[in-house]
């Protein structure tokens, strides 16, 4: 069949048996942030564009090449003349609203979660989509080695509830202040020009607009050169070494595992201090990433803010809800349909419709097979869908004004008084029977 339209190339559907995935995922995430004290918020699906040019970064990669534009078809001009961008990510739209709520006045640091759509016009592929989904953690108006540790903490619970303990690798780096950034710049500049020629071309126009992003390049040949150069750790300044010390020793202190990576240096331009990342083990090579974040002490600044210090996480739903089902991850799958009503007869029919409605307004998830008229496919219907209970309405019942209420995952069946089955029901199903 040629069909007329399909979902955008990277987009893909949810679809309904995927779902328990997405649940199982935001559940243990909601659950875990706000056993932390972490407060939900919800965020526009688009924003001024200056937000992520400003902090996502203009030589970033995310803003110069896979941000979309939000434009009205109308040649009429917006009141505002604002140009829209698609949220490539949860951090600027966050450090926005603490500021424009003025949440400073609040006990600090202030802890905010969010979860939902982002879009990046990436290459589509497996584990990378246009429309993908995040996670996302932020503590703002605080820095402190503890509060970066028990964050990672937070990180490492969910993704042990997830049953991803032993699949992933937690790594972690300083990339340095506002202090000694400009002076880890010039170093490394320094240290790269006379290696430009045996760069890739984007390393290589990177030199000079952000050296550090040659730290973290993919491309082999870029690897090898970048492994002979002295660590970070050796150039950022005296407090930030006391700093990511403190807060490896609170790591070790909370048992949260960890392994060093001197060269992590993540794609996004307002990071600054404590860095880190979630690689999936299951790559040799180390390169695919179900989460990352840092500290970025000098965004907000940015936005009008003053110097407000800040870290926050971001994960990927997909990538983390494709490796659950490689794994075949037991997910919750529970039966969605507490109640199927079964008729066979015309008056059988109106007396389901008004059980349909009675039960519905009762808020019991009631279901019923339209057009299966025999007691046999109605029955598989009821399986088919998982039913806790199916309602048989025959002829008999109806002269004997009753309802044979069938326990589908035991069997068994027992034959009920109409005015009794809502009371009969209530009690099956809230003793979980
Ligand atoms: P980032 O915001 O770039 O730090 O990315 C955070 C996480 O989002 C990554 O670790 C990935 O798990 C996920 N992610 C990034 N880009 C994509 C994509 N195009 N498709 C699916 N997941 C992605």
Redesign the pocket.
């Known amino acids: 069949m040629k069909l007329n339209f399909q979902s955008p190339k990277g987009v893909p559907d949810i679809l309904p048996q995927d779902q328990k995935y997405w649940d199982f995922v935001s559940n243990i995430v909601q659950k875990r942030c706000q056993a932390f004290g972490f407060d939900k918020i919800g965020l526009p699906i688009f924003e001024d564009i200056g937000l992520f040019q400003k902090g996502t970064g203009i030589n970033s990669d ?1 803003v110069q090449k896979e941000m979309y534009e939000v434009k009205r078809l109308s040649d009429e001009p917006d009141e505002d003349h604002i140009r829209y961008a698609l949220r490539p ?1 949860f951090t600027p739209g966050i450090a926005r609203a603490y500021l424009e709520h003025g949440m400073q006045i609040r006990p600090q640091p202030v802890k905010l979660f969010a979860y939902g759509p982002v879009f ?1 016009h ?1 290459k589509p592929q497996k ?4 429309q ?1 989904y ?1 996670f996302n953690m932020e503590v703002l108006g605080a820095k402190d080695p503890l509060i970066d540790s028990l964050l990672l903490l937070l990180i490492w619970q969910i993704y042990a509830d997830l049953g991803l303990k032993n699949e992933i690798t937690l790594e972690i780096n300083n990339i340095g202040c506002k202090k000694c950034q400009p002076k880890i710049r010039k170093e490394l500049i320094s240290l790269l020009e006379p290696l430009e020629s045996k760069l890739c071309p984007t390393c290589q126009s990177r030199i000079y607009t952000n050296p550090l992003r040659v730290l973290d390049c993919k491309n082999k040949s870029c690897q090898s050169i970048v492994h002979t150069l002295p660590h970070l750790i050796d150039f950022i300044c005296a407090d930030c070494k006391k700093y990511f010390m403190n807060t490896l020793e609170y790591l070790d202190e909370l048992k949260v595992p960890y392994d060093l990576n001197p060269f992590l240096v ?3 331009d307002y990071y600054t201090s404590t860095t880190f ?2 690689k999936d083990n299951a790559d040799p090579n180390k390169l695919t ?5 840092g500290r970025y002490d000098n965004l907000l600044a940015l936005y009008g803010g003053h110097d407000i210090a800040a870290i926050g996480f ?3 739903m ?2 983390i809800i494709e490796k659950i089902k490689t794994l075949e991850i037991k997910v919750p799958s529970e039966s969605k349909t507490d109640i199927f009503i079964i008729q066979i007869g015309a008056k059988a029919k109106k007396l389901a419709l008004n059980l349909i409605a009675d039960f519905t307004q009762k808020n019991y998830a009631v279901s019923c097979a339209v057009g299966k008229d025999t007691l046999s496919s109605q029955l598989k219907a009821a399986n088919k869908v998982k039913a806790k209970y199916a309602l048989i309405i025959g002829q008999r019942e109806i002269i004997d004004k009753t309802v044979i209420v069938k326990n589908m995952t035991e069997a068994t069946q027992d034959t009920i008084e109409l005015a009794e089955l809502e009371k009969y029901l209530n009690i099956k199903l809230n003793a979980g029977n």
């Open positions: 995310i990510e990046r990436d584990g990378r989509y246009r993908f995040q993540r794609g996004i990342e979630v990433s179900l989460g990352g974040g971001a994960a990927g997909d990538r």
